[in-house]
Structure formats: structure tokens, C-alpha cells
């Protein structure tokens, strides 16, 4: 199994930057899949982008793309998730997960069997 702790939230304008940061401990193995889910205040949670630990291939919501940035690094263990061009929609809980999977990745947050605690994000006008 894996554990995850998510750090680098705060408070931003519109228009602003943030890195997160999920620092992954325990099987990091290759067929480690890691996304990031948010959730605003009486919204489901949502898919945001996601990675595969082998091949480091990516996957974006619609709403983010071109926007964020979703990398990783083996030597820390942790994935990033860059988020430029920040819009008030963006405001919520941001969670990492991971599940281990051997082909694609799911964008569902049911698939998904490790969580972090999560780390507010709120982005103001």
C-alpha cells in the first residue's frame, strides 16, 4: 500500500500560481497510478489530472487543461500538480489518491484506494 501527504495550498488572486505537492511512502511501484481530485462545497469531487508512476503518461480534465501541470519525481517520491491561470472556480479541497492499475487510469474517485488528507485551495476574485 501507499501513503500520501499533500502540502502547498493557500490563498491566491485570480490569475495567480500554486504548486502542490503529494509525497508518496510505502509501494511506489510501477503501476502506481497517482490523481489529483478536488472538491468544492456542495459539489462532488472531481477529477482533476492524473499520472502514471511507470510511463509518466497524463491525463487532464477539460476544465484544466492547458492551465495545469501534472509531473512527478522518483528520487522524492512526490507528484506535483502546477496550477497557472487560477480562476475563483478553482476554489476547493484538493485531494491526491492513487490506486495501482497495470493499463490507463480512471478518472472516478471510487476507482481510487489511497487518499491524502487534502489541502485548500481558494482563489479569490
Known amino acids: 500500500q501507499v501513503q500520501l501527504v499533500e502540502s502547498g495550498g493557500g490563498l491566491v488572486q485570480a490569475g495567480g500560481s500554486l504548486r502542490l505537492s503529494c509525497a508518496a511512502s510505502?509501494?511506489?511501484?510501477?503501476?502506481?497510478?497517482v490523481g489529483w481530485f478536488r472538491q468544492a462545497p456542495g459539489k462532488e469531487r472531481e477529477f482533476v489530472c492524473g499520472?502514471?508512476?511507470?510511463?509518466?503518461?497524463?491525463y487532464y480534465a477539460d476544465s484544466v487543461k492547458g492551465r495545469f501541470t501534472i509531473s512527478r519525481d522518483s528520487a522524492k517520491n512526490t507528484v506535483y500538480l502546477q496550477m497557472d491561470s487560477l480562476k475563483p472556480e478553482d476554489t476547493a479541497v484538493y485531494y491526491c489518491?492513487?490506486?495501482?492499475?497495470?493499463?490507463?487510469?480512471?478518472?472516478?474517485?471510487?476507482?481510487?484506494?489511497?487518499w491524502g488528507q487534502g489541502t485548500q485551495v481558494t482563489v479569490s476574485a
Open positions: 489518491a492513487a490506486e495501482y492499475r497495470n493499463y490507463g487510469l480512471k478518472t472516478h474517485h471510487a476507482s481510487y484506494d489511497y
Open positions: 510505502g509501494r511506489t511501484s510501477s503501476n502506481l497510478v
Open positions: 499520472i502514471r508512476w511507470n510511463d509518466i503518461s497524463t
